[in-house]
């Protein structure tokens, strides 16, 4: 799939009894553009892009996650991403809750930590999809212009998408994703801070939190790298307590 590439289509039927003919239509523009007799030779997978999102992520000891959650158009091609990103928020309190580490109830920090970042990202999705697909034809040309003149379609302010905080400390970095950082080695940060929480830095911690998370799988590097030193530095930090889904959960402040 190294030179596949959508090609997307707003096609309006009147309808549902007309859904089937979206793809059809689709085929033949396609085949008009390429200037081919059977389009389905070039096209691998026909479809229509749909955005839904389900009402409750977990009845009793059902979760959903993926796409049986929420459903993305591909514009920006998030929607595996965002599935990950679920499996990575829940499969540690799946663990900790089924080994009896957790209560139950901490299943239900779920949804609430992972739909705030999910509505955001499709937000930004749906904002592609326009752009991309507009049909005023002035709005088409200024675009098309834009593109010649800057030789990028569409460009997204960087932003870092902050998850539900019921789990991690007030503060502005707590609850945002701590960075891969690697210092340019053979191996990222992830090789070495293992499957569950991890300290890094020099932190005073009662022993009572330190047991429960030891049972947590805590992994605790008081020497860090220089990269890492330098990230506890720019926060006025002495340490930071990471998540297994490697979100900040809480700085230590000097």
């Given at each position: 799939f190294i030179d596949a590439f959508p090609w997307p289509f707003e096609i309006r039927a009147a309808g549902r009894n007309h859904a089937h003919l979206r793809v059809d239509v689709a085929l033949a523009l396609v085949a008009?553009?390429?200037q081919v007799h059977d389009p389905r030779e070039h096209v691998v997978v026909a479809g229509v892009a749909r955005v839904s999102l389900a009402v409750g992520w977990r009845r009793g000891p059902v979760m959903l996650a993926g796409d049986s959650a929420h459903q993305m158009p591909p514009f920006l091609g998030q929607g595996l991403c965002a599935g990950l990103r679920d499996a990575a928020n829940l499969e540690w309190k799946l663990n900790a809750v089924c080994r009896g580490h957790a209560a139950d109830a901490l299943l239900?920090?779920?949804e609430p930590e992972r739909l705030p970042h999910l509505l955001a990202v499709m937000a930004d999705d749906l904002a592609l999809g326009e752009y991309i697909q507009m049909t005023d034809s002035v709005r088409?040309?200024?675009r098309d212009a834009a593109v010649r003149a800057h030789g990028r379609p569409y460009s997204l302010t960087q932003k870092i998408y902050?998850?539900?905080?019921?789990l991690c400390a007030p503060g502005d970095v707590a609850g945002i994703p701590f960075p891969q950082l690697d210092e340019g080695l053979a191996y990222r940060l992830d090789s070495v801070l293992g499957d569950g929480f991890a300290l890094l830095g020099s932190a005073r911690i009662s022993?009572?939190?330190?047991d429960r998370l030891v049972r947590?799988?805590?992994v605790r590097i008081q020497t860090v790298s220089?990269?890492?030193?330098?990230?506890?530095d720019s926060h006025h930090a002495t340490a930071v307590l990471v998540r297994?889904?490697?979100?900040v959960a809480a700085l230590e402040t000097s």
């Open positions: 008009f553009l390429l239900d920090t779920y088409v040309a200024e902050r998850i539900g905080l019921d022993p009572g939190v330190n947590l799988g805590l220089a990269a890492v030193q330098q990230w506890l297994p889904d490697r979100l």
